[in-house]
């Protein structure tokens, strides 16, 4: 899905790369607010939904390939990481609705999670 679908599906705001948003295709989505998660469990190439706000975020979809980052429950980034996605030409995006409910509507229009291999026995 490209990420145009993405904000509609989603009803977000697009805070950065708008020109970009046609282009970008993502399969797979993780959300998370723990960092040391998405290091562990995204994986590149996937789109990454946080409520977190600070620049730490956009340096770890850089550092884990992932294209563009949703900041969910209306939470708007800080100032100083919306311009580091400018400038790594990073897609940011607004949605007003919570994780759950963000995760859950791309999950129904074909978004694949991230694999999560299970550690406990059945």
Request: aromatic letters at 6%; hydrophobic letters at 45%.
């Amino acid at each position: 899905m490209n990420l145009l679908e993405v904000v509609r599906h989603i009803e977000a705001d697009v805070l950065y790369g708008d020109d970009l948003l046609e282009r970008l295709e993502v399969e797979r989505v993780y959300g998370a607010d723990l960092m040391s998660d998405v290091l562990a469990f995204a994986v590149p190439g996937s789109l990454l939904l946080t409520g977190l706000t600070n620049i730490q975020i956009v340096r770890t979809a850089q550092m884990l390939d992932i294209p563009a980052v949703v900041f969910v429950r209306g939470k708007y980034p800080q100032k100083e990481a919306v311009e580091l996605a400018s400038s790594l030409n990073m897609p940011v995006l607004l949605s007003y609705k919570s994780m759950f409910e963000t995760c859950g509507i791309l999950f129904r229009e074909g978004m694949l999670p991230c694999e999560i291999e299970r550690r406990c026995p059945r």
